[in-house]
């Protein structure tokens, strides 16, 4: 009795059929190899070290923070006409108060900011704000007698700080910018007027390095007291990248 032999391996069309799944197998593995269909790398890409050599110099620094400044300025897109704010009465009664009690230099800027709920916005320099915020404070029409929040903002070209003031008598609004050189930043503290402000000038000292002469006691409150830096920058580079 003799045993059939099983000739399905030798017949062409199953010959074929495996030679069409061992190429899609092997091409299965070079994708894989060279970083698969969803064009993930399977092998660590090399990254460029950075040394002291290679980093970019304060000038150059410097120039790409202007560079970057400058191209957001010019692709902004220019303001659609709007109906005045009903705000801008309300704006252009502060600002006139300000400058017959402060100087006409005390208030550089002013805005109806429409995406924040119509907000008027005054951007006061350093030396003229402990005198503008007590005004604020106690001036019959405005008595903006409560300070709700504090920002620090770093613009890359300058560093600046926003005050947020809200009246609980009338319930108006105000946020009042104070803008300040990155080098050696400073604003005057105003938490003898709103002690509110104590703990977050300290804070914007913290994380922007931004120093508020005549605060009673300005020392960091975030980061360990022997922190190198301040975090909030964009020209922060911490001296241990994994931390």
């Given at each position: 009795?003799?045993?059939?032999?099983?000739?399905?391996?030798?017949?062409?069309?199953?010959?074929?059929?495996?030679?069409i799944i061992e190429d899609s197998q092997a091409d299965n593995k070079e994708e894989t190899l060279l970083g698969g269909s969803e064009g993930q790398p399977a092998v660590a890409e090399t990254q460029p070290v950075v040394t002291a050599a290679t980093a970019p110099s304060d000038e150059e620094a410097k120039a790409a923070r202007a560079a970057r400044a400058a191209e957001r300025a010019a692709s902004a897109q220019p303001a659609a006409?709007?109906?005045?704010?009903?705000?801008?009465?309300?704006?252009?009664?502060?600002?006139?108060?300000?400058?017959?009690?402060?100087?006409?230099?005390?208030?550089?800027?002013?805005?109806?900011?429409?995406?924040?709920?119509?907000?008027?916005?005054?951007?006061?320099?350093?030396?003229?704000?402990?005198?503008?915020?007590?005004?604020?404070?106690?001036?019959?029409?405005?008595?903006?007698?409560?300070?709700?929040?504090?920002?620090?903002?770093?613009?890359?070209?300058?560093?600046?700080?926003?005050?947020?003031?809200?009246?609980?008598?009338?319930?108006?609004?105000?946020?009042?910018?104070?803008?300040?050189?990155?080098?050696?930043?400073?604003?005057?503290?105003?938490?003898?007027?709103?002690?509110?402000?104590?703990?977050?000038?300290?804070?914007?000292?913290?994380?922007?390095?931004?120093?508020?002469?005549?605060?009673?006691?300005?020392?960091?409150?975030?980061?360990?007291?022997?922190?190198?830096?301040?975090?909030?920058?964009?020209?922060?580079?911490?001296?241990?990248?994994?931390?």
């Amino acid at each position: 009795m003799t045993e059939d032999k099983d000739n399905s391996l030798s017949d062409p069309a199953t010959v074929q059929d495996n030679k069409i799944i061992e190429d899609s197998q092997a091409d299965n593995k070079e994708e894989t190899l060279l970083g698969g269909s969803e064009g993930q790398p399977a092998v660590a890409e090399t990254q460029p070290v950075v040394t002291a050599a290679t980093a970019p110099s304060d000038e150059e620094a410097k120039a790409a923070r202007a560079a970057r400044a400058a191209e957001r300025a010019a692709s902004a897109q220019p303001a659609a006409a709007q109906e005045p704010s009903p705000n801008q009465p309300r704006l252009d009664r502060m600002i006139s108060i300000i400058r017959e009690a402060a100087g006409e230099d005390a208030v550089s800027e002013a805005y109806i900011n429409v995406i924040d709920g119509h907000r008027p916005y005054l951007v006061v320099p350093p030396v003229h704000w402990p005198v503008v915020a007590g005004l604020l404070r106690d001036h019959e029409e405005l008595h903006l007698d409560y300070l709700r929040s504090v920002a620090g903002i770093d613009y890359e070209m300058h560093m600046e700080v926003g005050y947020y003031l809200i009246s609980l008598d009338t319930k108006d609004e105000v946020c009042i910018k104070v803008k300040t050189n990155r080098e050696q930043p400073s604003i005057p503290t105003i938490s003898p007027i709103w002690p509110t402000a104590n703990w977050n000038e300290r804070e914007i000292y913290d994380l922007f390095g931004i120093d508020f002469p005549g605060h009673p006691d300005l020392r960091r409150i975030l980061m360990p007291d022997d922190w190198i830096g301040h975090p909030m920058r964009k020209d922060y580079e911490p001296l241990d990248p994994e931390v």
